[in-house]
């Protein structure tokens, strides 16, 4: 019976690479159309760089009104899902901080785009050193580093790209374990149009920090359209983690363990995309879960998947085979 659906995932697999190249030509678009957003904030401690958890973020509109609120994770991070077009500010606030809020952020529309990532330096309150908490935040990144990880900052703000690099690549030589430096660095080489390099230094901050969203979300599509699903599969893991309400990423990672022989995963993860913002782009996540089904769930599952491929997606290149499929399955 395997074999009637293996023509689903092959399709599955070029259809879904070629979506995700042509929503973004760098990295995995990773919000939502329709003009909403996903906003990431990465808070960090500007006198060290180093992730600022247990802060308090908030989105808050243009007239001052809270829109929504979130606590920095472990290593800095917060997200806010399907962001309506707009402009908005980010807020951080926590103990012995001082309250930063972020300029302008444009949402959606041509300009701001599905995804945004908002790096936001938050400056400790107390004096270093008058407790063991702020001793080890101001001594991690040595000051040479740190000066020149902000003037690479301020040139990525200018889009000179070249002078950036340099800044970026000499705040890593000055302290090799600056994970911030390198995925900028990744940012920059994107910029500059050299893709080997710029894998080379996310794979770099990966190493040294594994939940960097942006540099997991780029490498994740690299080996997933280089068909490298074993490389592919653990930055999937991290970008969907991250994301959870992400249905492009959550799909590419049921794919990826399905390629990987992971089908009871693949099923999972497949079977939680239509429930996800957006989820009528990805009903090829149904073709997924069929596959996945193949061999171990009765016929009538199978063809519900299919059902429901048809549903949200009749007029796709794939709808003729999947109707084949069907009538196949039905007349058993």
């Known amino acids: 019976m395997r074999s009637n659906h293996l023509w689903s995932l092959t399709l599955a ?31 960090s401690y500007q006198q060290s760089h180093r992730p600022a958890a247990a802060m308090h973020v908030e989105l808050i509109s243009p007239y001052g009104g809270m829109v929504d609120t979130r606590t920095t994770d472990g290593n800095g991070g917060a997200t806010f899902n399907s962001v309506s077009s707009g402009r908005y500010r980010v807020k951080v606030s926590g103990p012995d901080v001082e309250t930063t809020t972020s300029d302008l952020i444009e949402a959606g529309g041509s300009i701001g ?23 080890g935040i101001a001594v991690i990144v040595p000051e ?36 911030e430096a390198f995925n900028n660095l990744a940012q920059v080489e994107i910029q500059l149009k050299d893709g080997k390099s710029a894998v080379e230094a996310f794979r770099s901050a990966t190493q040294i920090d594994p939940t960097l ?23 999937l893991l991290h970008a969907s983690a991250d994301q959870p309400e992400n249905a492009q990423i959550l799909t590419a990672l049921a794919n990826v ?42 016929d009538d599952e199978i063809a519900k998947e299919y059902e429901a491929y048809l549903k949200e997606a009749p007029d796709s290149s794939l709808a003729p085979r999947v109707k084949e499929a069907l009538a196949k399955l039905k007349s058993k």
């Open 257 to 298: 363990e399905m390629q990987n022989g992971e089908t009871d995963l693949a099923l999972t993860n497949a079977r939680k995309v239509p429930s996800l913002p957006n989820a009528k782009q990805f009903a090829i996540s149904h073709l997924i879960a069929a596959q996945a089904l193949t061999g171990k769930g009765p």
């Open 213 to 235: 969203p942006q540099a997991n979300v780029y490498l994740g599509q690299f080996y997933y359209e280089n068909v490298q699903y074993k490389d592919a599969e653990p930055y």
């Open 113 to 135: 785009g599905p995804y945004i990532t908002e790096n936001i330096q938050v400056k400790l309150t107390k004096p270093a050193g008058t407790d063991a908490g702020a001793a």
């Open 144 to 179: 040479a580093a740190q000066k020149e990880f902000n003037l690479g900052v301020k040139e990525m703000d200018k889009k000179h790209w070249e002078e950036a690099k340099d800044h970026f690549q000499k705040a890593i030589a000055a302290f090799p374990k600056y994970a």
């Open 13 to 43: 697999l070029a259809f879904f690479s070629a979506l995700s190249a042509a929503q973004s030509p760098t990295t995995m678009s990773t919000g939502t159309s329709g003009g909403l957003t996903t906003i990431t904030v990465r808070v």
